[in-house]
């Protein structure tokens, strides 16, 4: 079982040996909104920890999606670039965003688990 | 400055408003639904906003009022029927755009609806220009609620009996639980619909018995993404002082006999871009693809000369896609041009657009 680790922006990263998926927390969704735009990385690109990755607009504003991680994008999720709404629906499973191959697994250390997660999203909402 | 509460804030509460700061108020962004949502449930049902931070300005006066009104507004206010709206701005000297706003003649003189964020402004500059000879009351004693989309006529008279025979831009009283009540059929959604002015004690009541029928709050998140799909003007965005009505492509709403007498403020600068034609003027702008150009998004032709900017852009949920309005040079205001948005230091493809985006369906007659 791999475990689910969590970012400070508010993204999840899921690790599988050596791949990392990466996406958005129901927590940033429901402070989004309704999601209408999804940019993400190209494939083949590198991006640094707590860089840039990519964008999600809500029909009031656009907000950046940074990567917990260092790594080498291996794969994007293009249905969410064509629906942005499925963000909203299923933002911690199928609506994933991409896929890095990564470069230093002890970046994951300095990453919340879940409880602690929810217990920061909850301090950020007020 | 504490910020103001309007008299449907414990409603909002009750259905789970996401608030923000809207020119000193506390105004509902959303509600639990979301904006899409919200937004398309007006297009196809009907909508209820609280707009009551919006200014309702009673002038009282009689013949000389009018003839005072009209050497501010550029209106034929001497032909305007009773219980009659038209839709017009306040200008400076240069006829920059210091308001937009709907004047409405009532029986003893005349209903202004104000943009919230101008209203104190307006008055005192209305004050000063009619040499405080009448009687204005900025009446914070009443809550504006307006009701839109195309179930909101038939919603509507289940509680206010009669206000599907009014046509659209005029308005009357009417009585709810014993109270005077001004309804216009009017709006800014580019639907069918209606606004409401009631006594603060009252509005409340008022807007829970039209949820009881159906209808459902939306906040001014949906507002926007409705009046941009509409094509509609948002001040301070899409208008401003450094904007004329002519450059903002609305002469339409200016009287055409006032331009032949040529004797309100600003009707110098006015006249003569009606004959010289302007450097800049408002466009619809479709962007290809999904890319919103925001607010500020600076515009491209195809040789990358900069040649405007946006003033509002979103997504919008009728369209489902990106829509924007905006300033450009006048040689590149035809439809169909095709122009570059620099979005995030990209430059993407898009085109100038009639408006609206999204086809209205006002009723112009009784039903």
């Known amino acids: 079982m791999s475990e689910v680790k969590y970012s400070k922006e508010h993204e999840w990263i899921k690790l599988e040996g050596d791949v990392a998926t990466i996406g958005i927390t129901k927590h940033a969704t429901e402070m989004l909104g309704d999601i209408v735009f999804a940019e993400l990385p190209e494939k083949g690109s590198n991006v640094e920890k707590d860089g840039t990755a990519g964008v999600v607009e809500s029909t009031k504003a656009a907000s950046d999606v940074y990567t917990p991680v260092s790594g080498e994008v291996v794969d994007t999720n293009q249905e969410i670039v064509d629906d942005p709404s499925k963000i909203n629906q299923d933002p911690e499973n199928s609506a994933w965003f991409f896929k890095l191959k990564i470069k230093d697994k002890s970046e994951m250390d300095s990453l919340m688990n879940k409880d602690d997660y929810d217990k920061f999203a909850k301090e950020t909402t007020t | ?367």
């Open chain 2, 1 to 367: 400055m504490e910020t103001k509460k309007t008299s449907l804030y414990k409603l909002h509460q009750d259905c789970n408003a996401k608030f923000v700061e809207f020119a000193g108020y506390q105004m509902p962004i959303q509600y639990a639904e979301g904006i899409v949502e919200e937004h398309k449930f007006t297009r196809n049902h009907s909508g209820i906003f609280d707009v009551s931070h919006m200014g309702q300005l009673f002038i009282y006066g009689g013949d000389e009022l009018i003839k005072d009104l009209e050497k501010i507004f550029p209106l034929d206010l001497k032909n305007l029927k009773l219980n009659h709206s038209k839709y017009s701005f306040l200008m400076d000297k240069d006829a920059g755009i210091q308001d937009d706003l709907i004047i409405t003649k009532i029986n003893e003189g005349f209903l202004i609806i104000l943009n919230a964020a101008c209203k104190y402004n307006d008055l005192r500059i209305l004050k000063e220009l009619l040499s405080e000879k009448y009687e204005m009351v900025l009446d914070e004693n009443r809550s504006l609620i307006a009701i839109q989309g195309p179930k909101s006529s038939q919603i509507l008279n289940e509680v206010v009996e009669g206000v599907k025979d009014l046509n659209f831009m005029s308005g009357n009283w009417f009585s709810f639980e014993n109270q005077k009540i001004y309804i216009t059929r009017s709006g800014y959604t580019g639907e069918d619909g209606f606004e409401i002015s009631i006594s603060n004690d009252f509005a409340d009541k008022l807007t829970r018995e039209l949820i009881n029928k159906g209808s459902k709050l939306v906040g001014l998140g949906a507002r926007d993404t409705l009046r941009l799909e509409a094509g509609l003007c948002l001040y301070g965005h899409d208008l401003d002082k450094d904007k004329t009505p002519v450059e903002a492509n609305l002469k339409w709403a200016i009287s055409k006999e006032r331009i032949s007498k040529g004797d309100f403020i600003g009707s110098d600068i006015i006249i003569k871009q009606l004959n010289n034609g302007v450097t800049k003027i408002r466009v619809g702008i479709k962007p290809e693809g999904r890319i919103i150009a925001r607010e500020k998004t600076k515009i491209f032709n195809q040789s990358d000369v900069h040649i405007g900017e946006i003033t509002s852009g979103t997504f919008g949920p009728s369209v489902n896609g990106p829509v924007a309005m905006g300033y450009v040079e006048n040689q590149f205001s035809k439809k169909d041009t095709k122009v570059f948005l620099e979005v995030r230091g990209k430059k993407h493809a898009a085109s100038i657009c009639s408006l609206p985006f999204y086809k209205k369906s006002y009723v112009k007659g009784a039903n």
